[in-house]
């Protein structure tokens, strides 16, 4: 038998009999968890204008049939027991609660039976008598046991919270009739329901007790949802053969489907952050309960906004038609969603493009819209757009014509960062592209080296924006200039200069830096760029933050230097970044330690070759 997943009210667990092993540790629940439960109760049933139907929903109890320790009726008659393996204290806190309204708000002699229906569930511990007795007969100060004075603690916090009331009649009514309502016979308050998770007969129950509360491993969706999909029921009453090669089959796609989500490069692409389930596969059902919620407005009323929602939402598609034939259904439309995804992943073009809306903010589920689309062709112009509208909404690039240049460019600035780092991050998948087409390069741009890293906009040829200040700053500049500038050491007079400026002992004796600066700049041969130029697209690129601001506004040169042993360490470099640092595009090879005028020239018309399906059209000039 599989593990099988229910929705019960607090009502349908009136009258069972739940049993306590001897391995659980006692009744401990404090002051704020027993007021919060509370709180949470009343909200919920003086909430307005509910839903027809409208739950509030408790965290999941774990149960497993019990054998041999079934409890007699009043007529002597067995009932069956359930084993609890995990919501001890929820149900323990539960049952202080009825005993506390069955005294204070029931007539005189008056039963809870014949008031509501049903008698309250019954606990009973396996080695604790004298505990099963005081829940019963429940006294206020008893400190003769750890249970007992955790038990009269926590029913003295559920007295003084209805007495804190200013009508506590009517707040007793309120939270007795959202707790004995059921789905047949509802209060107008609602009703409050638990996630019932039942195990197998021949489940090891210390084992599951074991990795829900000592592991501190909590009930996933994902389990609950594999409970739901794979219970023997959905595969008819005989459990056949065909019926367990049914379930295998599940089985053995949900499997593929985790193995496959495990893969980094596969979860980074499509998520802007670390996994933080146990599960992975809980991902594709949550996108699935997100497109539902695009044709269904009220859809969060019926399942709820916590942490168990996506659960619910399985929960209340499959218990209303639980053939196989539905099961199969609503599986296929996992798998199909899940190997949409996989598609992504699996085509060059889409894996780029797919992976850049997403880290611009494109939600998965708008995504998978675009499948409407009746070609591929289609979907990757429609994909192509969406990316042009991004770098549209967060700026206008324009172009611009230097008439004594003869040159007409892109003419995006270093100002509008957003937009510039979107389109160098657009400039490097789409280098990548062009890599893969020529069978060079990366297989697919890493999406997880890039996200977990901080990325800024690096100056090629440095800005004088932000000139260096602090002693030890410049003298480190100086010492990187000496190792990468050989033609330093041929100019006496310079380096003379430099040498004074490290050995003076008093800054009155020291020559101002950035005169010194300033010569070696022009001897590097890196002068000739305003402001205006350094600070366009053209002399941009994208470089990880410690590394950028490792060598604050060093030479070209010794960027150059650094970049290559970053990457030749294993470091991740933008493909675009390491084209640039290695003046790929230089085609004379004459300066290769500056960055001039010619090199941003090159830089900037290429980053307008490769976004031309994404720009607005390059304007013809006479």
Not at 273 to 288: D, H, K, L, Q
Not at 390 to 419: F, M, P, Q
Not at 551 to 574: C, H, M, Q, S
Not at 590 to 612: C, M, N, P, V
Request: with cysteine.
């Amino acid at each position: 038998m599989e593990n099988a997943v229910r929705l019960y009210s607090i009502g349908e667990l009136l009258g069972k009999d739940f049993f306590i092993p001897s391995y659980q540790r006692g009744y401990r629940w404090d002051k704020q968890q027993v007021v919060d439960l509370l709180n949470d109760i009343s909200e919920f049933a003086n909430k307005r204008n509910k839903n027809p139907g409208e739950f509030y929903c408790l965290q999941p109890i774990v149960v497993r049939p019990c054998t041999g320790v079934a409890a007699s009726t009043d007529q002597g008659n067995p009932t069956q027991s359930w084993e609890i393996v995990d919501g001890q204290q929820r149900l323990t806190t539960l049952k202080i609660l009825f005993v506390y309204l069955t005294r204070v708000h029931l007539q005189q002699n008056e039963s809870f039976a014949s008031a509501y229906g049903n008698d309250v569930f019954t606990l009973r511990y396996e080695t604790r008598n004298d505990t099963n007795y005081f829940l019963e007969h429940i006294s206020e100060g008893n400190e003769e046991g750890v249970d007992s004075h955790y038990i009269s603690q926590a029913y003295r916090y559920i007295r003084e919270w209805f007495e804190g009331k200013a009508q506590q009649r009517p707040a007793r009514d309120t939270i007795i009739g959202t707790l004995v309502g059921t789905p047949e016979q509802p209060y107008v308050q609602g009703t409050v329901k638990v996630i019932w998770y039942e195990l197998a007969k021949d489940e090891n129950p210390i084992e599951s007790f074991t990795r829900i509360n000592l592991g501190k491993i909590p009930l996933t969706n994902s389990e609950l949802i594999k409970a739901l999909f794979l219970q023997t029921r959905n595969f008819g009453p005989e459990a056949n053969e065909l019926g367990k090669l049914q379930q295998l089959e599940i089985a053995g796609e949900w499997d593929r489907m985790e193995n496959a989500l495990q893969n980094d490069d596969l979860w980074w692409f499509l998520n802007k952050g670390e996994n933080n389930t146990s599960a992975r596969i809980e991902f594709v059902f949550e996108i699935i309960r997100q497109l539902e919620r695009q044709n269904d407005p009220d859809l969060d009323k019926k399942t709820g906004t916590d942490g168990h929602a996506t659960f619910r939402f399985y929960y209340l598609r499959t218990n209303a038609d639980p053939s196989y034939e539905f099961i199969k259904q609503e599986w296929g439309t996992v798998v199909t969603r899940f190997n949409q995804m996989l598609e992504w992943y699996l085509h060059p073009e889409w894996y780029h493009y797919v992976g850049f809306l997403i880290h611009c903010g494109e939600r998965v589920e708008d995504l998978l819209a675009l499948y409407d689309a009746p070609t591929k062709k289609d979907i990757t112009e429609r994909l192509k757009a969406k990316i042009t509208a991004k770098l549209v909404a967060v700026g206008i690039v324009e172009w611009t014509h230097d008439a004594k240049g003869g040159e007409t460019y892109l003419n995006l600035s270093y100002h509008n960062r957003e937009l510039v780092r979107r389109v160098l991050l657009l400039f490097n998948l789409q280098e990548v592209i062009r890599q893969r087409r020529s069978s060079l390069g990366f297989a697919r741009f890493p999406f997880k080296s890039f996200k977990l890293e901080k990325w800024d906009i690096e100056h090629i040829d440095s800005s004088s924006e932000n000139p260096l200040i602090v002693l030890q700053d410049q003298l480190n500049w100086l010492d990187a200039a000496l190792h990468d500038l050989p033609q330093l050491s041929s100019d006496a007079g310079l380096f003379k200069r430099i040498q004074d400026f490290r050995t003076a002992q008093k800054s009155e004796d020291r020559e101002t830096f950035q005169d010194i600066q300033q010569d070696i700049i022009k001897l590097a041969g890196e002068e000739g760029n305003d402001e205006l130029t350094k600070n366009n697209i053209g002399n941009l690129t994208l470089l990880d933050a410690s590394t950028n601001r490792s060598y604050g506004n060093a030479l070209f040169v010794t960027k150059r230097r650094i970049i290559l042993e970053n990457d030749g360490d294993g470091k991740f470099i933008p493909p675009a970044t390491k084209n640039a640092f290695l003046k790929h595009h230089d085609k004379q090879g004459i300066f290769r330690t500056s960055w001039g005028i010619d090199d941003i020239r090159a830089h900037r018309k290429q980053i307008a070759i490769e976004l031309r399906d994404f720009l607005p059209a390059k304007p013809l000039n006479n």
